[in-house]
């Protein structure tokens, strides 16, 4: 009994403290990969989910002398505490951002825009050493497909100038993970196109019904009594071309708002 108070306090304390969000590795054989993932702010109500902006990010890379294989999935699960709302949110379609540069893209469909982020990919071209391409992304809200509710991501780069959309499909249901949103690299991308590193960070309010809302929103479901609570806050899958799968889950902390 007194081994589980002290673990309560010390995740009390973890909590209060803030300590700084780490990503998390995971290696098989010559890939390593990383995952990270946050809240932002972390002081929220207990029950009621108020607005947040949430990043995911993630770095992959092969071991000395590897070849770096293509990564071709990433799906990425949030905490059920988290949650997505976008009625009455406009929508953009690809026809709308692909292809177009990042500017005409956040003219065409700014009311859609719900984050943004970027990208590096190792361009592979015939008769070329690879380089390292960065890019910017755009994300928008995206319209209904087969029941499910998507994300388009442009990725647009200047130099060399290109750009490629990925859509992620967002899927809801029960258990830890709440909410799933996940994606395939676009065929037009698969002849050269190896990403390196990604981030995106989910962010937008608007107003709707005489409200303000929020496309991204989550409380701290901290139990009665406790000022905060830590908890595995988001798991990621990465699939690659050459039939390799690696998962890694973040941990993060929350404290109540005003307690």
């Excluded at 990969?33 to 207990?46: G, I, M, Q, W, Y």
């Excluded at 984050?115 to 994300?139: I, M, R, Y």
């Amino acid at each position: 009994m007194r081994a589980a108070r002290l673990l309560v306090v010390a995740v009390a304390l973890l909590t209060c403290l803030g300590v700084p969000a780490q990503a998390e590795l995971s290696q098989d054989g010559n890939l390593i990969v990383a995952f990270n993932s946050d809240l932002s702010p972390k002081a929220l109500p207990r029950g009621t989910p108020a607005p947040v902006a949430v990043t995911v990010a993630g770095d992959i890379r092969a071991t000395e002398g590897a070849s770096l294989p293509q990564l071709r999935q990433i799906s990425v699960e949030i905490n059920r505490a988290g949650h997505l709302y976008d009625k009455g949110l406009p929508t953009c379609a690809v026809k709308s951002i692909q292809p177009a540069t990042a500017a005409n893209a956040r003219r065409v469909c700014s009311g859609a825009i719900v984050g943004s982020g970027h990208v590096t990919v190792e361009a592979h071209l015939p008769s070329q050493a690879p380089f390292l391409v960065k890019a910017k992304l755009l994300a928008f809200n995206g319209p209904e497909k087969n029941g499910h509710k998507l994300i388009l991501a442009q990725v647009y780069a200047k130099a060399p100038p290109g750009a490629f959309v990925l859509t992620f499909k967002v899927v809801k249901k029960g258990g830890l993970f709440g909410t799933t949103m996940s994606t395939s690299l676009p065929p037009s991308a698969r002849g050269w196109a190896y990403l390196t590193h990604f981030d995106m960070t989910l962010r937008r309010s608007y107003s709707y019904g005489g409200k303000t809302r929020s496309y991204v929103s989550a409380a701290c479901a901290a139990p009665a009594g406790f000022p905060g609570a830590v908890f595995p806050f988001a798991r990621a899958t990465y699939g690659f071309d050459d039939g390799q799968q690696l998962t890694t889950t973040v941990v993060r902390s929350c404290r109540v708002s005003g307690g």
